[in-house]
């Protein structure tokens, strides 16, 4: 069984935090490859986030993580491939929990779910192939208030991915938020923090408190602010 890393983008590379993401998966697990694939899609268009349904096939791997090239390893994933090995697919909720924020979507209490973070096997192919398909049939704007106006955000993959996972009947293994810390909406936590998901570095903090967390006599808190 192979296991490895898979991340894609699209854009000016030169913009994007690609090297620190590289040396952070290096830095936890350097037996892993990881492979980051340049696709050809619009630079700023919400509609280029449907190329992420192609993960399964883009991957080398028969135990796959995906990761954002927004995010940042800062501890041991081995659970997480675990989980996948185990469920076929380990994800975490997304910081807007409601699938309903797609009114084109839901209207009920479906789960939204982070597609920056997907450890996954070949078991949950149902899902991504289903997710293929959805990404070109749905509607999967979302309004929005920003500074006190409606707008609307035209496409998010996240729709079409909550819809495969609902239709499908595929029941992934849930990892907590600190496998997907987004630190804009996340703000407290238990520490250790297992991967940061923003442009923004990690602050010195969140190291220094994953090194203290690295000590088997540590005590797990609450950390806020």
Not at 16 to 33: C, D, W, Y
Not at 68 to 95: H, P, Q, S, Y
Not at 105 to 134: C, H, M, P, R
Request: net charge negative; with cysteine.
């Amino acid at each position: 069984m192979t296991r490895g890393v898979l991340s894609i983008y699209w854009g000016d590379e030169s913009k994007l935090p690609i090297e620190r993401l590289k040396a952070s998966v290096k830095n936890f697990h350097p037996e892993l490859p990881h492979e980051i694939i340049k696709i050809d899609a619009p630079s700023g268009d919400p509609t280029s986030l449907n190329q992420k349904v192609a993960m399964l096939d883009l991957s080398p791997f028969d135990e796959t993580l995906f990761l954002d090239i927004d995010t940042v390893v800062m501890g041991n994933l081995n659970f997480g491939f675990e989980k996948a090995n185990r469920f076929g697919m380990a994800i975490a909720i997304c910081e807007a929990p409601w699938g309903k924020r797609y009114q084109k979507i839901f209207a009920g209490d479906e789960i939204e779910y982070n597609t920056g973070v997907i450890f996954f096997t070949k078991e949950s192919s149902q899902v991504f192939e289903l997710w293929k398909s959805l990404s070109l049939e749905v509607d999967s704007s979302i309004p929005m208030v920003v500074d006190g106006k409606i707008t609307t955000m035209p496409a998010n993959d996240q729709g079409s991915f909550a819809l495969a996972i609902e239709k499908s009947g595929f029941n992934p293994f849930i990892l907590p938020l600190n496998w997907n810390f987004r630190p804009h909406s996340h703000n407290s936590f238990f520490g250790p923090i297992k991967i940061w998901h923003d442009y923004a570095n990690p602050p010195p903090f969140f190291e220094e408190l994953n090194g203290y967390y690295s000590n088997k006599d540590s005590i797990i808190q609450y950390h806020q602010g």
